[in-house]
């Protein structure tokens, strides 16, 4: 594969990477076992227990094991053709999705703030 079309991988298979981090550790649909993770991350009486616990909690920390699912699924590297192609590619991935993680965050937080000014400006209104 070339240099070209493996950063192009790298760029495009970021997003999945993200998408999948991202739902897990923040949105409604995983409220529940999210919630329950978060408990048992600071109730369990083992260090390792509330290590594994606050895996699915940590967009950063779940990134990583999302991108080895997809590597092993797509058998991507990156610059090398042997274990160290994997190696480098694990961390640029966690890196590139974590970018993009924190960049749709940035782009909610704003649109959270608009919705919040917006609705104080109609309550204004509707009161004069």
Known sequence: MTLTLQLIWLFVL????????????HEEVFKEPRNYCTRRSTDSKTLFTRKIF????????FSHYVTVFFI???????LTNNWFGYLIALFSLVWISNVYMSLFGLIRQNIKKEKIEIKT???KNSEE
């Open 54 to 61: 606050y895996l699915f909690t940590c967009e950063y920390c």
């Open 72 to 78: 092993i699924m797509t058998n991507y590297k990156l």
């Open 121 to 123: 400006l109609e309550a």
């Open 14 to 25: 970021a997003i999945p990477i993200a998408c999948v981090s991202w739902t897990v550790t």
